[in-house]
Nanobody
Framework: QVQLVESGGGLVQPGGSLRLSCAAS????????MGWFRQAPGKQREVVSG???????HYADSVKGRFTISRDNARRTVHLQMNTLKPEDTAVYYC?????????????WGQGTQVTVSS
């Protein structure tokens, strides 16, 4: 059973920084992709950023240049460094882990961590 453990998040002023981390246990399959989605009140969940085991990354346009995702393959852990945070970044952030199996993708979610950007 794959489990995701998230850490980080909290309250920060506009322009500040936060770091989110997510560790996946119970999986040894490759290739995989791990990343973050977020959901603000009244809005749909949206992708923020992701990284594959081979290092390929992607970012939502709204966070490019401000957020950086990194990985530790040995620990199957990813970190999301969020800089220059804006009030519109306020949301619950969910870690997502996918095993990219032929013909199907196994999809796992963390419990979510709150990020609030406010003065």
């Amino acid at each position: 059973q794959v489990q995701l453990v998230e850490s980080g998040g909290g309250l920060v002023q506009p322009g500040g920084s936060l770091r989110l981390s997510c560790a996946a246990s119970g999986s040894t399959f490759s290739p995989w992709v791990m990343g973050w989605f977020r959901q603000a009140p009244g809005k749909q969940r949206e992708v923020v950023s992701g990284v594959m085991n081979d290092g390929q990354t992607h970012y939502a346009d709204s966070v490019k240049g401000r957020f950086t995702i990194s990985r530790d393959n040995a620990r199957r852990t990813v970190h999301l460094q969020m800089n220059t945070l804006k009030p519109e970044d306020t949301a619950v952030y969910y870690c997502n882990y996918k095993e990219l199996r032929p013909g199907r993708t196994s999809d796992y979610w963390g419990q979510g961590t709150q990020v609030t950007v406010s003065s």
